[in-house]
Each structure stands twice: as C-alpha cells, then as structure tokens.
C-alpha cells in the first residue's frame, strides 16, 4: 500500500510530516508520496517557487526513505485537482492500494473538492483524525461516512479502493501560514520544521527572511 499526501507544502513543515509518519508506521504503508500541488484549487497560489519547494520537501525527506517526493501536478496545466492524480497515479501502478490522505479540516470539506465522489474509486480514504472533532450527521457527507466507514483498519488490505478509515495521530497545532507569518516578523521556527528546511528558507530568502540577512 502507499500513501499520498498532497498540499502546497509553503513550508513542509512538523504538522505535515509527523501524522503522516504515524499512519505510515500503522498501517505499514511501503511508502508516502508527497505530491506538492501546483495551481492549488481551494488555497491561494504558494509564494515559494515549485523549485523551492521541491528542494524544502526533499530536504524534509531526506533522512526518512519512506517519504518520496511527486512532482507530477507540476506536469499539468490547470487547477491540480487531486482526483487527476489519483488516475494518473493508478495508470502507473495497476494493483496498487493507494491510501489518500487527509487531515479532519480537509476531510470536512470533502464536499466542495472536485469530483470528490470518485476518489474512493481509486483509493481508500484515510482521515488523520484529532479528538473531539465533529463528524456531519446529514448531508452528502454524512451519507458518505456511513457507505464507506470501516472500524477495521485490517479491511484496508481486502480491497484495492473505496473504504473510509479514520486513523487518530498526534496533534501537532502547526500551519504553513503561521510559520510564515513568524518568518516575515522576524520571529524564529525552530522546532516547527525540520532544521534543513530552515536553512533552505533562510539561504533563499523565503517569507520575508531575506530582509533581515544583513
């Protein structure tokens, strides 16, 4: 089975890294594909260049050989719709279990992805989940929770696609905007990153860093 991770990645950053880490180890996932998003569909455009981030992502990666980086929506013209990527990533590997996943925020809003009522024709649904989160009880996506929900992670392995799997991770309150913010005021982000993604922020002057080189 191998995991996909997408995001902007505007940093890669510890609340990324870590959750995926776990359900990787849990589920004894072969690998995570991490798959920075080129023209991002529900997020603004990132200010780091594809460059940059790719060289963030596989400075984060670096050291931990499950983590390989995608750069596949790169090739692609237009909004990088997640759904494009599971099927460009289901011709390659036929017979493949693909596991996407997604933290809570993303998952509440499942329903306003594109054609988000086929991704899980090409890949189970793993949901990093945070304690007392609020499931829908009425909707699209509470009808969806109910028609694709396992309790039984071992049910992942039975089926190449099409099951819900909410798996609890360590909480790690960290975002990309925040550390922006923190990098732009001068502040430091240390502990929120790994250190060689850092020194890549600081050595191109990401997020206001540059201004304060002298």
Same mark, same amino acid.
């Not at 991770?5 to 359900?23: K, N, T």
């Not at 992502?57 to 050989?65: D, W």
């Not at 189970?124 to 945070?130: E, P």
């Given at each position: 089975? =191998?995991? *996909?991770?997408?995001?902007?990645?505007?940093?890669?950053?510890?609340?990324?890294?870590?959750?995926?880490?776990?359900?990787?180890?849990?589920?004894?996932?072969?690998? =995570?594909?991490?798959?920075?998003?080129? $023209?991002?569909?529900? /997020?603004?455009? +990132?200010?780091?260049?594809?460059?940059?981030?790719? +060289?963030?992502?596989?400075?984060?990666?670096?050291? %931990?050989?499950?983590?390989? $980086?995608? @750069? /596949?929506?790169?090739?692609?013209?237009?909004?990088?719709?997640?759904?494009?990527? #599971? =099927?460009?990533?289901?011709?390659?590997?036929?017979?493949?279990?693909?596991?996407?996943?997604?933290?809570?925020?993303?998952?509440?809003?499942? +329903?306003?992805?594109?054609?988000?009522?086929?991704?899980?024709?090409?890949?189970?649904?793993?949901?990093?989940?945070?304690?007392?989160? &609020?499931?829908?009880? &009425?909707?699209?996506?509470?009808?969806?929770?109910?028609?694709?929900? *396992?309790?039984? $992670?071992?049910?992942?392995?039975?089926?190449?696609?099409? #099951?819900? %799997?909410?798996?609890?991770?360590?909480?790690?309150? *960290?975002?990309? @905007? +925040?550390?922006?913010?923190?990098?732009?005021?001068?502040?430091?982000?240390?502990?929120?990153?790994?250190? /060689?993604?850092?020194? *890549?922020? /600081?050595?191109?002057?990401?997020?206001? @860093?540059?201004?304060?080189?002298?």
């Amino acid at each position: 089975m =191998i995991g *996909i991770l997408g995001g902007s990645f505007d940093p890669v950053h510890y609340g990324h890294l870590r959750p995926a880490l776990e359900v990787q180890q849990s589920l004894g996932l072969d690998e =995570i594909r991490l798959v920075p998003s080129h $023209v991002p569909p529900h /997020r603004p455009q +990132a200010q780091a260049s594809p460059q940059q981030r790719v +060289a963030m992502l596989n400075a984060a990666a670096e050291n %931990y050989p499950v983590f390989k $980086v995608d @750069t /596949r929506e790169f090739d692609r013209e237009g909004p990088s719709y997640t759904l494009d990527t #599971l =099927i460009s990533l289901r011709e390659e590997m036929a017979g493949v279990t693909l596991c996407l996943l997604v933290g809570m925020d993303a998952f509440q809003g499942l +329903a306003s992805w594109h054609r988000w009522h086929e991704l899980t024709d090409y890949c189970h649904l793993i949901v990093m989940d945070r304690p007392g989160a &609020q499931l829908p009880e &009425q909707g699209e996506l509470a009808d969806f929770i109910r028609l694709r929900r *396992i309790m039984d $992670v071992g049910k992942l392995g039975t089926q190449s696609s099409g #099951l819900l %799997y909410f798996h609890p991770v360590s909480q790690l309150e *960290i975002s990309a @905007t +925040a550390i922006r913010k923190l990098l732009n005021s001068g502040g430091d982000a240390g502990f929120l990153l790994p250190e /060689r993604v850092l020194d *890549i922020v /600081r050595s191109e002057g990401l997020y206001g @860093t540059g201004d304060r080189d002298e």
